[in-house]
């Protein structure tokens, strides 16, 4: 009898407008509690939201793909000088796993190349695990009533390790 492992392949690409069917799949299969950590609110317009990110050509939305399956997406989007606002999601099955902080590591390493100085993403203080992921990435983090803010200068953050 074989006993071969099946291994699990973990790839991160750029999701161009053609594909938004596919994220706004993933993001209907969300639970309301990444709706909300994601959306800040119980949002539901998805198309439209997605439809006004492709809108903008500065903006770019990467995907997490395991065997070939979407399950995690972050969009960046340009806010002004080299400075990108960025959210991200994983599917709630497949969080907890590492695929969010290499999708973030992803998205860094695709945005310093193409000159992105600054980063900026704004959570709760209950949001454990993405202010775990923005203190790995020596994010400065300040938090004020419901609202955290972490700021990552592309500069000073070497994403290799977490890549590979
Ligand atoms: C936030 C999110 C994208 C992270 O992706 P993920 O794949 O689950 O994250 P990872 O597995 O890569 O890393 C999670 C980190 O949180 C840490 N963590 C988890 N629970 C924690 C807790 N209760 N306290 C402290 N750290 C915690 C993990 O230990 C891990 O860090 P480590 O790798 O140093 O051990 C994902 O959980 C998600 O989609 N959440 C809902 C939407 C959301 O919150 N989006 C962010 C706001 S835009």
Do not use: W
């Amino acid at each position: 009898m074989s006993v071969a492992k099946t291994l699990a392949k973990l790839e991160f690409r750029e999701l161009r407008s053609n594909e938004s069917k596919l994220i706004i799949e993933l993001y209907n299969s969300l639970s309301s509690e990444s709706i909300y950590h994601r959306f800040r609110g119980f949002f539901k317009d998805f198309e439209k939201y997605i439809k006004s990110v492709f809108s903008d050509p500065r903006n770019a939305v990467y995907g997490a793909f395991l065997n070939n399956e979407l399950v995690g997406v972050l969009e960046t989007v340009y806010l002004s000088d080299g400075c990108y606002e960025i959210a991200i999601v994983v599917k709630d099955n497949h969080q907890g796993k590492g695929i969010g902080t290499g999708l973030v590591a992803y998205a860094m390493s695709e945005l310093k190349r193409k000159g992105a100085k600054t980063l900026v993403a704004h959570t709760t203080p209950d949001n454990y695990r993405i202010l775990a992921i923005s203190r790995k990435f020596h994010g400065t983090i300040k938090c004020m009533y419901e609202e955290c803010t972490a700021v990552f200068n592309l500069q000073s953050i070497n994403v290799d390790q977490f890549l590979n």
